[in-house]
Structure formats: C-alpha cells, structure tokens
C-alpha cells in the first residue's frame, strides 16, 4: 500500500503558538482523515474532510485539502501542552470498502 | 461511546511460544483491524476482516494468523513468536458507511516484547 508521508516529523513549538502539519499522499482518495495519538495509547479519531472539500474546522482544529496536489493540512491554533501529541493522516482509497492507509506520522512537542 | 478493547497493555513472552492477543468491540462493527507500529515505520496492517470468519491479508502478514470466530472478537495469533516481533499492537474497528467514510476506533494498544 502506498503511505501518505506526513512533514516535518517532528516539530517543536511554545505554548500559544500555531502548529502545521502537511500530508501528501499518492491515490485519488473517498476523504483524508487525521488521528491523534498520545504517547504509549492508541489513536483517536480527530477529524475527516471529503474529497470535495476544501477546508474544515473543528474547534481549534483546521483541515485543508488539495486534491489537486494530493496534499493536506493540520493547524492547530493557540496549541496547549495537552496538544503535545503524534499526528497521524490517513487516507481512505476510492476503490470500495478498503482499509485507511496511514502515514508516518509528526511527532509535536508543545513547550509550555 | 465505542469501546475498543485489547487483552493485555504490556505482554512478555519467550521466543517459539505460541502468543493471542484479543481484541473486542462492542459497537456492532463490521470492519475490524490489527497494525502494528514500530518507531520510523507508522502503522502497518498485518490482517483485517469486513465480516465474522472473513481475513484478509494486510501489508506484513507473515508471521502471523487471526480469527474472527464472533462479530465482536478479533484475534491475532503469533504462531511461533520471535524477536522481530517484538512491537505496539493495534487494534481498531468501523462501520461499512456508504460513500467511503469508515472512521476507525482504536483500542488502547499491547506492548509485545519477546525475548
């Protein structure tokens, strides 16, 4: 299966400050989805956007999505020591019911 | 509130032994999963199954077996464990939604060392 590759793998930033994280991936894609995992626990689902979307808000959470490129991205806004977290995309392939596939992953560390 | 349920958190088992790890739903899912994460590598499916008594292959099976006996229950079964198997194991489930959307739930994890 082909990966979406998140960048950067790790970022680092203060207490109050925005965090980005990209996705690229390769497929034409049903939607894109990001997961949250603290560390040691499992993932949790944080947020879908459509392949006809182009942007989503969850309360501090903003998707984008560009099929164009077949790229995406997570901000976070006024990011808390809570937020500190890994950041996973995944994508869900136009062909049927198949499994997501996940990428790799941005490791974020929120200083407070 | 969907609840994802895995066996053991931390597990240690000797190479050649025969090793299951358990994993339970009880939202009425369909789909069930198990990845396993390795630092460098993400997530990786190792087996998954849309339907009681159906598997299928994921992306490193090898090593590996699973049985899905009830709708609820997904098991995942090392024959003959070895050290590069040693890992985070995953497991998750979801719905068959129509129009793709298939949010995965995941459990909190098992720890696997074996020496």
């Known amino acids: 299966s082909q990966q979406g590759e998140e960048d950067p793998q790790a970022l680092s930033i203060q207490e109050g400050e925005n965090a980005t994280m990209n996705c690229s991936y390769k497929?034409?894609?049903?939607?894109l989805q990001w997961y949250r995992q603290n560390s040691g626990r499992g993932l949790v689902h944080l947020i879908l956007?459509?392949?006809?979307?182009r942007e989503k808000h969850s309360g501090r959470l903003r998707v984008t999505l560009d099929t164009s490129k077949k790229s995406s991205s997570l901000l976070i806004t006024a990011s808390r020591a809570a937020d500190t977290a890994s950041y996973f995309c995944a994508t869900d392939a136009i062909a049927g019911n198949t499994p997501l596939v996940f990428g790799k992953g941005t490791r974020l560390s929120v200083i407070a | 509130d969907v609840k994802v349920t895995q066996s053991s958190r931390y597990l240690v088992k000797r190479t050649g032994e025969k090793v299951f790890l358990e994993c339970v739903q009880d939202m009425d899912h369909e789909n069930m999963f198990w990845y396993r994460q390795d630092p460098g590598l993400g997530l990786r499916l190792i087996y998954f199954?849309?339907?009681?008594?159906?598997?299928e292959k994921g992306d490193i099976p090898e090593g590996y077996s699973v049985s899905r006996e009830k709708k609820e229950r997904f098991s995942l079964i090392l024959e003959s464990a070895s050290t590069n198997q040693t890992s985070m194991y995953l497991c998750?489930?979801?719905?068959?939604?129509?129009?793709?959307?298939?949010?995965?739930?995941f459990g909190p994890g098992t720890r696997l060392t074996v020496l």
């Open positions: 956007i459509r392949s006809n979307e």
């Open positions: 998750a489930s979801s719905f068959i939604l129509a129009g793709g959307r298939n949010e995965q739930f």
């Open positions: 199954s849309y339907d009681v008594k159906m598997k």
């Open positions: 497929t034409s894609i049903n939607n």
